[in-house]
Nanobody, 117 residues
Framework: QVQLVESGGGLVQAGGSLRLSCTAS????????TGWHRQAPGKQRELVAV???????NYADSVKGRFTISRDNAKNTVYLQMNSLKPEDTAVYYC???????????WGQGTQVTVSS
């Protein structure tokens, strides 16, 4: 059974940084695509960053240059380093694993990120 557990969310002032972590169990993240999504109140869920199994990355325009997705295969953990945070980055952030044509297969429980102005 695959499980994803996120951590690292919290409250930070605008301009600050946070690093989210997502540790997987039941599978090796190195052989799967991984991603981070976010959803703010009243808004649609947004794909923020993707890291493929062959180490290709892709980012939403809204976070390019500020967020970095990475992976530690030994720890079976994927990270989202978030710098220069803005109030509009406030959302629940979800880790996802294994992207298919009809969507992502596995989702974490989400972690709240709040950026104050």
């Amino acid at each position: 059974q695959v499980q994803l557990v996120e951590s690292g969310g919290g409250l930070v002032q605008a301009g600050g940084s946070l690093r989210l972590s997502c540790t997987a169990s039941g599978t090796r993240i190195s052989i799967r695509s991984t991603g981070w999504h976010r959803q703010a109140p009243g808004k649609q869920r947004e794909l923020v960053a993707v890291l493929t199994s062959d180490d290709m990355t892709n980012y939403a325009d809204s976070v390019k240059g500020r967020f970095t997705i990475s992976r530690d295969n030994a720890k079976n953990t994927v990270y989202l380093q978030m710098n220069s945070l803005k109030p509009e980055d406030t959302a629940v952030y979800y880790c996802t694993l294994d992207r298919r044509n009809d969507g992502w297969i596995y989702w974490g429980q989400g972690t709240q990120v709040t950026v104050s102005s």
